[in-house]
Structure formats: structure tokens, C-alpha cells
């Protein structure tokens, strides 16, 4: 018989398999423990319902596993009762043993999400629940149904707003204004005031929408507007432009802001940091990792440029070229998206000036780069042309004071106005 | 002549045409419902459902009687009126029309007999007796329905090829007939003509009857029709229909090998085809998909956000309780209410046992590979199905195996269609087997074989032999 993940009680639905205390051929005896699994609260150890022979083991460690999944397969040996008949609880019976908890549970912990449910099945819930679900815009999916079977009463339903008002609640008072929930936008007809046409949003634009959405709730910004003259720099790029191209590189502005900003954050380390809303601390990273927003025919992905700090400005160049493109094909991973420290969005190609960027969450700034332009200025008491590339850091101000957030700024247009000929030199050798 | 202002107009009368205007007439709209046909009720009333269930109802007296006979009962060979059979159908067909005109004068619905066709994504004109009629309106409902398809080849213009519009006439019982299509319409007929003394032939292109069903519901029907009809032929192709002095010469082809028989009558029973020509809808945006129905969402909204589309015209089941449904779903959409199709339309076939289901088929769960449990409880074990001489049933239970849930359950037997209704009610309710196991029964019924079957699910039911549950 199939030993399946029993219901852990105190709403944990699922958990990784942290170890395994038993392999195939052992004889184990009615509740002698299977596996150990760690959930979001604690390490449970997961008894064996029956005594008997393992046969198979069904998981893995790092597996995780959800409710009914199948964990082991006995053989039911001579020393099980005559009949080998095998059925579920019934009334009478002497109550399956609980899993045994080690540690506390969290107090707070939120509700765990009720569990999956194979694709084509909807959740247990009467035409009446259903209907009070869409009036209220609700998704019963996301609804844990206390009935048996998992079936949602209204008394579930009811305890699931009561808690997403509580949140909405809670929110207010930690980050004013409320956030807007989508209870309390009602549905507009446009279609009232002339043609539409709906377009269903992809997931990455669903994915961009929420995480947006999500940093400008909650991290309060401040931008920096600054200019750069870049005159010098641009004649020193054109010098070196023919000598990467025969290292079949492109020296764009891109790699030099990448290596500039990799610099200026060496001066501030606390613009390189981020603010862990879970523990409250701040967390102030020794790598330097640079996500690159790139525009794709899909929307805005932002691939992540690792050791910035460490890399020439040949590497941080062919890097660029190759991740924007494999960017705009689609085929970079989730985790190449991810670790990044700091971000810059570089818009100079397609125009503008200065824009206030949104902070990427948990990152605790990023750059916008304008498109440089001639502009006149005084120099050493002349007019003069000059080309001047606007920058714009947007922070977060929970981290970073407007003070530190502009001395950053100043910083950065010092580096990117006397960037060294030495940075762009190919021989240099790395260590 | 003066136009017509309407809140909602409803293009045809059927069940689902009948049930959106009163629906919206008794949420206060104003409402003309245009008919085609000089009756109310559409095809369900009129030449579906309920002439062939009075059919069935009349011919089953026969085959029961002949059962009666082995039971010590014995009834002299029954005399066939057909003229009678077919004016006592009419009468009934005839109140329930008369009731429906009398429904739809209460509520103020105006009823217009004609053809209507849009003139415009707001207006339509009807061709009535008396004349045009112009209605200009806010929403627009379509419910034109279907009607048999018959392919061009055999449309031969003899009265011996019949659609079950004709046969629904029973005109003349011929001596042989053959039915093109094992579906539920052809089974249906074909059991109606057979009891009344046809030697009937069915021929089905496909590997079984009733095409769809979950075969261990089709056993017992193809069990018995097998013994009333004269045969039953599937995988065979229809090659030829030819008129040959009174009768139909008809080539079929089964393993290569090709048969020639003359018929008195066919029936053709192959499909039928949404009646969206000639509607005018050329003059809206209402978009037709690739077979012919109007595209709806799942608020029975075309592409026309003014229109609507409901019942066989709009695709999917062609049942007329889905028709009813939809017409629900429309009417509070264009209310404004969050109504939308997410009902569990439960499948009737009134064959020679009914079979009935509803929600999730055995067949469905293996295609979208959805793991379930299958328990199944046999009607021989009934005392009740023995007591009405049925034993050849089977009820059976599609179970979610992790929470136990009911995702459908399927009936093959007597009755079947009136046991079924407890089965939606489960579905939609997301009962588990136990709750179904533990929901007192009356006995002796047949509504107990759901009881049983919920037992069985836990290997433990009264009346059948313990035996594992099946994973």
C-alpha cells in the first residue's frame, strides 16, 4: 500500500523533504517515522500509518511535496491483520496519529494557500459560493474549503475577505496611502464610449504590472536629476571604438556607465544595499551585480550583469551585447534575471532627456540615462559645445537620505566626466 | 408602419429563446420574442424532445407488455393506430405551445410569428403575414437553434428519406428502415420505430453507438438494441442512397465489402446545423466560428457587445436545458449581474436503458489526464431494478482520489434520466463520496444504486461483493 503525505494540520499543505529515515527492504513498524519534511513553520516527521515492508520510496530530499502525495509503498507483511483490506478512516476507529511537531510554529504565519488542484478541476464550492466569489471579484482557488473534500462554505469565504481587509488594514498604517486592492477598483465598460478592442495581458506583462506596481506602494522614492559632460568621454569612446571592433566588440556608452556605476557604488556602498523588509535590517552586499533593462517586442526584462566591479570594460561590452540579445529572443533563464544589486535603464538610444525610473525592487537605486545632447556651457569662462548626458537615481528613502542619494549622483558624473583612457584599455589584464 | 422599440429582442422561440424573454420580462424589461415557425417551443417542443419522449412513452407500453407475458401477464399483440398515436402527440405538443403563449401573455412578452433579420447592430425587421415590421432595440438576443444536416448526396427529394423531423411524424410505419447514424438521435428513433414494428437497420460510421459515452454505459444499451433491432452495423460507410420504385436502394460498405439493400424508409441522423443564414447577421459584428455557430464568451456575448447568442446556434451540447442556461446567463450579463457559464450540464440519452451523466466522464479524466477513481455498482444488485425487470444497469462514480470529491457520475439503466438530477446536485454542490455514501437512501428505489455506489468507492457496500476499491 501507498503511505501518502498525511494532513499536517495547522493549515501547512506542503514541505520539502529534508531527510529520509528509511530506504527500500526496511521493516517499519505503525508510526515509526517515514521522512522528515520541513514546512514553512517547522520539521515534521512524517509517521507510517501501517507496519510492513518498504518497497519503494517515492521522494527525493529537496522534493517538495503536497498533501497526498504518495511517500512510500509497503508491503504489508504476515504480522498485518487477515484480509489485507484497506480503507480509509471511519468513524470508530482510533484517530491516525498526528505528525509530531518539533519547534514552534510561527505565530502569524499567514494562512498557507489551499492545495493544487489538477488542471480541470475546480474548487469544491456550491453554485452559491461561486456566485458571492464572482460578485465579490474573489478567486475560490485561492480560498482554503474547510468542508470535507476541501469544499468552501461561506464561512470560508467570509474568513478569506476578513483577511484581505485585515492586510489592506494593516497596510495602512505601516505605508500610507492604502494600497489599492483590486476590490476597490469596479469594472468599467469602455466599450460605452466607442469600439475597444481586449488584448489579454501576457504573463510577463502581468509579472512587470505587479512588480511595478509593488515597488512604487511600497518604496518611497526620491530622483536625483544630474548631467554629465561627456564631451571628453565621447571623443575617447571614438578613439576606441576601431580597437574593440577588431576584438569583435562594440563600445557603446552602455559598458562605461556599467563600469562607472560599478565604481561610484564602491564609494557608497549603502546605494549598493538592500532593505529586508521581513527582519527590517539592511543588507549591504559585497558583489556588485547591474541588471540592464532591456526593451524586448514583449516588454521590459531586466537580465542581470554579474561582478560588474571585477570585469574590464571589453568583457562588460561583449556581455551587454550578448545577454540584450539573447534578452530580446527570450532566452535567458529566471535566475539570470535575479541577485541583481543596483539598475541601470539606458533610454539614450531611443531619446528623451531625464525620467524618473522606478526603483527595482529589493534594490535600493537605479540610474536612467537620457540621451546625451550638444548643450551650451561655460567652460573655463568660454561658451562652449558641449555634449551632456542626463542622469537621473531614482532611491529608495527608506535606505538612502536624499543627502546620500545626491552625493552619489555628484560622484558618478565626476567618474563618468574623467573616466580614465586606462579603463578602456584591452591589454590590461584582469586578476 | 411605425418602429418598434424594444429593451430586448429574442430571435426565436425554443427553450432557450422562451426562457431568456420571460427571464427578461420578469426583470422588468420590454421584450418582443419573433418566432419563425407559426408555434412556440422551437425544436425541443415542436420536433425534439418532447414528440419523441411521447413517442417512447407510447411504444414502450409495447415492449413491455411483451415482457409482461414472461412475468404471467399476457397481452394480446397490440393494434397500431398510427393516425391516433400521432393526434395524441399533437395534443400534447399543442397544450404546451398554448401554455407557452398564455406564459408569455402574462408577462407582457409581445409575441411576433415571422422571420426576423438584422438590419443593423440595433434594429431588425420581421416579415410577418401582416407585413413588415421594424424593431429597433437595445440588445438582441439569438436563439435560432439547429436543424438536422443532411448531406447534399442523399438529399434525394423522396419522402422515404427522412430527417427526424419527419420521423417525428410517424406518417407510416414502414416495414424496413435504415438509420444513418448511431448518435442519440438514431438510437432514439430507431427504438421508437422498431417497438412499433420496423425492421430497423442502423448503420454507425464509427468503432460504437452513442459516440462519446463512456463504454461501460453503452454496454447495456447496445445490449438490447441489439435484440430489437434488426442489426446494428458499425464502422460502415453509407456510400449511396437511390430511389427504387417505392423504395431506397442503399450501398454500404463495411470491411470492403460493399452491401446493396432496398428500405422502405431512411432516416438520416448524422448531426445537426446551427440556423445562422439568412439572419442578416452580416450587417453586425457577430463573428461565426469555423463550423458555423456564433462565437460567445462565457457571458453568451458575440462579437456584437449588443447581441447575444444562446442554445444550439452558439455551439457546444445541443441540449435544450443548456439552451435554458444560457438564456439565464445572457439576460443577467446584459443586466449587468457577474453571471457566467460555469454550470455542469447534465448529458440524457433516452435509449433502451436512458443513459445519463454529468460533470467529469471517465473518458474526459483519461483524455486530460486528471487522475480519478472509478467505483461502479451494477443494477443487478438492486432489489428494485429486479422488481421492474431491469437489471441491466450500471451507476457509476467519477471520484477525485485525494479529497474524495464526486467530478461526475454517469448512469446506464431505467430511469437514468431522472436519477441524474441528484448527481448534478453533488457536482455542483462538491459533495465527496462520503457525503453521497452517507445520505440516507430510500428503499426499494433505484436512487439507492448512487448510495451503493458511493459505498463501493470504500469497498464497502451493502449489496455487493467487498472488494478493493479500483485506482
Redesign the interface.
Known amino acids: 500500500m501507498d503511505i501518502r503525505l498525511p494532513n499536517m494540520g495547522e493549515g501547512a499543505e506542503a514541505g520539502t523533504v529534508a531527510s529520509i529515515l528509511v530506504k527500500a527492504g526496511d521493516i517499519v513498524e505503525k508510526d515509526q517515522a517515514l521522512i522528515e519534511l520541513e514546512s514553512e513553520k517547522a520539521v515534521i516527521s512524517i509517521p507510517s500509518t501501517t507496519a510492513g515492508r518498504v518497497s519503494k520510496i517515492h521522494v527525493r530530499k529537496g522534493d517538495e511535496i503536497r498533501?497526498?502525495a504518495v511517500v512510500v509503498s509497503l508491503d504489508r507483511g504476515e504480522g498485518s491483520s487477515a484480509g489485507g483490506?484497506?480503507?480509509?478512516a471511519e468513524p470508530g476507529d482510533e484517530p491516525p496519529k498526528r505528525p509530531t511537531m518539533q519547534g514552534l510554529p510561527k505565530p502569524d504565519a499567514p494562512p498557507s494557500p489551499p492545495?493544487e488542484l489538477?488542471?480541470?478541476?475546480?474548487?469544491?464550492?456550491?453554485?452559491t459560493i461561486?456566485?458571492m466569489a464572482?460578485?465579490l471579484g474573489i478567486d475560490l482557488r485561492r480560498i482554503r474549503?474547510t468542508a470535507?473534500?476541501?469544499?468552501?462554505m461561506v464561512a470560508d469565504l467570509r474568513d478569506y475577505v476578513a483577511r484581505l481587509q485585515q492586510a489592506a488594514g494593516s497596510h495602512a498604517t505601516t505605508a500610507p496611502p492604502a494600497a489599492p486592492t483590486p476590490l476597490d477598483t469596479p469594472a468599467i465598460d469602455f466599450?460605452r464610449w466607442g469600439p475597444v478592442r481586449v488584448e489579454r495581458a501576457t504573463a510577463l506583462r502581468k509579472t512587470i504590472a505587479s512588480r511595478m506596481a509593488d515597488s512604487w506602494r511600497t518604496i518611497p522614492h526620491v530622483a536625483q536629476f544630474g548631467d554629465a559632460d561627456i564631451t571628453a568621454l565621447t571623443a575617447l569612446r571614438k578613439q576606441y571604438v576601431p580597437i574593440y571592433k577588431e576584438k569583435n566588440a562594440r563600445l557603446t556608452l552602455t559598458p562605461i556607465v556599467l563600469k562607472a556605476v560599478a565604481n561610484a557604488l564602491a564609494r557608497h556602498p549603502v546605494v549598493n544595499s538592500s532593505w529586508d523588509e521581513a527582519s527590517g535590517d539592511i543588507v549591504l552586499k559585497d558583489y556588485v551585480h547591474i541588471g540592464l533593462a532591456v526593451d524586448t517586442d514583449a516588454g521590459l526584462i531586466v537580465p542581470v550583469i554579474r561582478d560588474v566591479d571585477r570585469k574590464s570594460v571589453l568583457e562588460l561590452a561583449r556581455e551587454v551585447e550578448a545577454l540584450t540579445e539573447r534578452t530580446r529572443r527570450r532566452q535567458i533563464s529566471m535566475d539570470e534575471t535575479r541577485g541583481g544589486t543596483f539598475t541601470v535603464s539606458n533610454q539614450g538610444g531611443i531619446g528623451g532627456a531625464h525620467f524618473t525610473p522606478i526603483v527595482n525592487k529589493p534594490e535600493a537605486a537605479i540610474l536612467g540615462v537620457g540621451r546625451g545632447r550638444e548643450m551650451l556651457r561655460k567652460v573655463d569662462g568660454e561658451v562652449r559645445t558641449r555634449i551632456v548626458l542626463p542622469l537621473t537615481v531614482s532611491h529608495d528613502h527608506r535606505i538612502i537620505d536624499g543627502a546620500n542619494g545626491v552625493r552619489f549622483l555628484v560622484d558618478l558624473v565626476e567618474i563618468i566626466e574623467r573616466f580614465p583612457a586606462e579603463e578602456l584599455e584591452i591589454e590590461r589584464t584582469k586578476g | 408602419m411605425e418602429r418598434i422599440d424594444a429593451e430586448l429582442v429574442v430571435l426565436g422561440a425554443g427553450p432557450g429563446g422562451y426562457a431568456a424573454a420571460f427571464y427578461a420580462a420578469d426583470r422588468g424589461k420590454k421584450v418582443v420574442l419573433i418566432e419563425n415557425d407559426n408555434r412556440l417551443g422551437g425544436v425541443c417542443l415542436n420536433r425534439g424532445c418532447i414528440p419523441s419522449k411521447s413517442l417512447l412513452h407510447a411504444t414502450h407500453m409495447i415492449s413491455e407488455a411483451e415482457a409482461s407475458a414472461r412475468r404471467g401477464i399476457a397481452f394480446s399483440k397490440p393494434e397500431i393506430d398510427s393516425a391516433r398515436l400521432r393526434s395524441w402527440k399533437d395534443g400534447i405538443i399543442h397544450k404546451l405551445s398554448q401554455g407557452l403563449r398564455m406564459l408569455a401573455q402574462r408577462r407582457g412578452v409581445e409575441v411576433m410569428f415571422g422571420r426576423g433579420r438584422f438590419e443593423g447592430a440595433r434594429s431588425l425587421r420581421v416579415e410577418t403575414e401582416e407585413g413588415q415590421r421594424f424593431i429597433d432595440f437595445e440588445n438582441a438576443i439569438v436563439a435560432t437553434g439547429s436543424e438536422p444536416a443532411i448531406p447534399k448526396a442523399w438529399d434525394l427529394g423522396s419522402s422515404r428519406i427522412m430527417t427526424s423531423n419527419e420521423a417525428l411524424e410517424v406518417d407510416t410505419i414502414p416495414r424496413k428502415l435504415l438509420v444513418i447514424g448511431g448518435g442519440y438521435i438514431g438510437m432514439e428513433l430507431g427504438t421508437v420505430y422498431a417497438a412499433l414494428g420496423s425492421k430497423v437497420t442502423l448503420v454507425e460510421a464509427l468503432d460504437t453507438i452513442l459516440t462519446g459515452t463512456d463504454p461501460d454505459l453503452v454496454r447495456p444499451v447496445m445490449y438490447r438494441a441489439k435484440k430489437k433491432f434488426e442489426e446494428i452495423r458499425l464502422k460502415t460507410k453509407v456510400k449511396r442512397l437511390s430511389t427504387k420504385d417505392r423504395h431506397i436502394e442503399a450501398i454500404t460498405e463495411k470491411d470492403g465489402q460493399e452491401y446493396a439493400e432496398l428500405f422502405d424508409r431512411v432516416l438520416v441522423a448524422v448531426g445537426r446545423r446551427p440556423n445562422c443564414d439568412d439572419l442578416g447577421l452580416e450587417n453586425t459584428s457577430v463573428e461565426l466560428d469555423e463550423r458555423g455557430f456564433i462565437k460567445v464568451d462565457e457571458r453568451q456575448r458575440t462579437a456584437d457587445?449588443n447581441i447575444y447568442a444562446i442554445g444550439d446556434v452558439a455551439g457546444g451540447v445541443m441540449l435544450a436545458h443548456k439552451a435554458a442556461k444560457e438564456a439565464r446567463i445572457a439576460i443577467e450579463a446584459l443586466l449587468g449581474e457577474?453571471?457566467?457559464f460555469?454550470?455542469v450540464i447534465p448529458a440524457v440519452v433516452f435509449t433502451d436503458p436512458e443513459v445519463a451523466w454529468c460533470g467529469?466522464t471517465e473518458r474526459e479524466a483519461g483524455e486530460?489526464?486528471?487522475?480519478v477513481t472509478i467505483a461502479t455498482f451494477p443494477w443487478g444488485a438492486s432489489g428494485r431494478a429486479l422488481a421492474v425487470g431491469r437489471p441491466d444497469g450500471v451507476t457509476k462514480l467519477v471520484v477525485?482520489p485525494?479529497?474524495?470529491?464526486i467530478?461526475g457520475m454517469g448512469i446506464a439503466g431505467h430511469g437514468a434520466a431522472e436519477l441524474i438530477g441528484e448527481g448534478v446536485i453533488l457536482v455542483?454542490?462538491?459533495?465527496?463520496a462520503?457525503?453521497l455514501a452517507e445520505s440516507v437512501h430510500p428503499h426499494p428505489t433505484l436512487s439507492e444504486t448512487l448510495m451503493e455506489c458511493a459505498e463501493m468507492f470504500?469497498?464497502?457496500a451493502t449489496h455487493a461483493a467487498?472488494r478493493?476499491?479500483k485506482t
Request: hydrophobic share 20%; aromatic share 2%; proline share 10%.
Open positions: 498533501v497526498g483490506e484497506e480503507r480509509t492545495p489538477p488542471e480541470g478541476v475546480r474548487p469544491g464550492a456550491s453554485p461561486r456566485r464572482r460578485d474549503g470535507r473534500g476541501g469544499r468552501i466599450s | 457587445s457577474s453571471a457566467i460555469d454550470a467529469l486530460r489526464g486528471i487522475d477525485e485525494q479529497t474524495e470529491r467530478l455542483e454542490m462538491g459533495a465527496t462520503r457525503d470504500y469497498g464497502h467487498p478493493p476499491k
